[in-house]
């Protein structure tokens, strides 16, 4: 009678089997590896995890702090409106909103309210029909005839009154129609102003203001890159 043992599946007799212990062993190594690699990609996939999320929260304090430094110095400008009267930097005072001081000029009077220098503004006013395709009092849309560019400002400062004038032949009171201001800011970007006055009301209607699209520099995509023609191709192969 043979005296024998069997453990996981290995027949062990009284001689000692050096396969089965070899093969037994490799099987556990193989369980251990197997083992302490999944908790490595574990710790790895949570070391992964853990980084995207730092990096989102940086992305977003990153965009955070930018639109800070925008809104910091960011300008608004918009018509004047309201009160008595407003007051240049010069001391002068000027009647609060529209107004034709002689006779064939019209001065609308703007401000910046917002933190930042307003700069390269550009005004333009069109008449604004009503439903019934006329204009207010004895002014009508001819007398502005059509969209009327106002002058041009380099840079109008934090908290900064100016006001744009237009020669209108014939005007004698300020008529209804819709003003549009467009600036820029200090970091580059484009800003847009909307408004209509309504003069039977004595104010600003449907204000509004928006970030203006950059235009596309037309210069820049005049400049294309040099490339040599096929024939120019060959005889520089042949010259060689």
């Given at each position: 009678m043979i005296a024998g043992a069997s453990v996981i599946g290995l027949n062990f007799n009284d001689e000692l089997d050096l396969t089965a212990i070899g093969t037994l062993s490799l099987a556990l190594v193989a369980l251990l590896y197997v083992l302490f690699a999944r908790r490595s990609l574990?710790?790895?996939?949570?070391?992964?995890?853990?980084?995207?999320?730092?990096?989102?929260?940086?992305?977003?304090?990153?965009?955070?702090?930018?639109?800070e430094a925008e809104e910091a110095h960011r300008p608004v400008v918009i018509p004047v409106t309201g009160g008595q009267h407003i007051t240049l930097t010069t001391g002068r005072k000027l009647p609060a909103g529209p107004y034709v001081p002689e006779s064939g000029l019209l001065v609308v009077p703007i401000m910046n309210i917002g933190l930042g220098p307003a700069l390269y503004l550009e005004s333009t006013i069109e008449p604004l029909e009503h439903r019934n395709g006329?204009?207010?009092?004895?002014?009508?849309p001819a007398l502005l005839g059509g969209p009327q560019?106002?002058?041009?400002?380099?840079?109008?400062g934090a908290s900064g009154v100016i006001r744009m004038e237009v020669a209108i032949?014939?005007?004698?009171?300020?008529?209804?129609?819709?003003?549009?201001?467009t600036y820029g800011d200090v970091a580059g970007k484009k800003w847009r102003t909307f408004?209509?006055?309504?003069?039977?009301?004595?104010?600003?209607?449907a204000l509004a203001i928006g970030c203006r699209p950059p235009r596309k520099d037309p210069m820049v995509e005049a400049v294309q890159p040099f490339r040599p023609s096929a024939a120019r191709s060959v005889l520089t192969h042949h010259g060689r």
């Open positions: 574990q710790q790895t996939q949570a070391q992964i995890g853990l980084g995207q999320a730092q990096l989102a929260q940086t992305q977003e304090e990153i965009a955070l702090s930018r639109r006329t204009a207010n009092g004895s002014d009508s560019p106002l002058r041009v400002v380099t840079g109008v032949p014939g005007i004698e009171q300020a008529p209804d129609f819709k003003l549009t201001l408004a209509r006055w309504i003069a039977e009301r004595g104010r600003y209607e």
